[in-house]
């Protein structure tokens, strides 16, 4: 039976993702993609925040993040998406035709456990799922390969987990994820809904008051006329 994953104290963490307007491909070309890196090393060096995974896309990103304090999800990717934004129109001559991301980055909690661990194999294996690659680790714009091959810079901006990731993560990043897994993060990312257990998930939701991501989604069923008199 699989050791389950040592907990450490220290706040929510939370997975945070953003996609072009209309998912244009913004990252064309390598010289995109490096782009976007030098600027998340700034980001980083303004408004510090514990990266613990992410991989980027051509018309969209994912971090999974651990903050030690209230702001810092917002300074990072607000500082992050607005000036990548900014640079890429000067860059690619197109200053003054409008948005670059579709709006504000999405984000949400996820517990610190196996649920986590989730989580960034999503993140990590994103190339992969996508077939541009035959093994997750061989997609140069990620964590995955940076914690592999990355310069001592790379690195720098990667954190320590608050779960063990094992002796086996990278083949374990390369196996699909389960389908109740999948169904499960990708439900988080579509309503921003926390991503734990019952217990957890619900304990998050009223803290950070995010009923309605728990609620069903549809407007409510009408009610007649005479069933209300018969209550």
């Known amino acids: 039976m699989p050791r389950r994953p040592r907990v450490a104290p220290g706040g929510l963490v939370y997975h945070v993702l953003n996609r072009a307007v209309g998912r244009m491909v913004m990252f064309r070309r390598d010289s995109d993609f490096a782009a976007f890196e ?22 969209h990103w994912h971090f999974v993040v651990w903050p030690e304090r209230d702001g810092q999800v917002t300074d990072f990717f607000r500082w992050l998406t607005h000036t990548h934004a900014m640079r890429w129109r000067v860059s690619h001559h197109t200053v003054g035709y409008g948005h670059l991301y579709q709006g504000r980055f999405k984000s949400f909690p996820v517990a610190r456990d196996a649920h986590l661990l989730s989580v960034c194999r999503y993140v990590e294996c994103n190339a992969l799922k996508a077939k541009l690659v035959e093994r997750a680790e061989q997609w140069q714009w990620s964590s995955l390969w940076v914690r592999q091959q990355g310069t001592k810079q790379q690195k720098a901006i990667l954190s320590p987990w608050p779960v063990e990731r094992g002796r086996e993560w990278i083949e ?10 999948l169904k499960a993060i990708e439900t988080s990312e579509h309503r921003g809904r926390p991503l734990g257990s019952a217990v957890w998930t619900a304990k998050t939701v009223a803290e950070l008051g995010l009923t309605h991501t728990v609620r069903s989604e549809g407007r409510p069923a009408k009610v007649r006329k005479d069933e209300k008199r018969e209550k």
Do not use: F, K
């Open 172 to 181: 374990l990043v390369n196996r699909e994820l389960g389908v109740a897994e």
């Open 38 to 59: 030098r600027i998340m090393q700034e980001a980083h060096e303004l408004h510090p925040i514990r990266i613990l995974s992410y991989c980027l896309m051509s018309n």
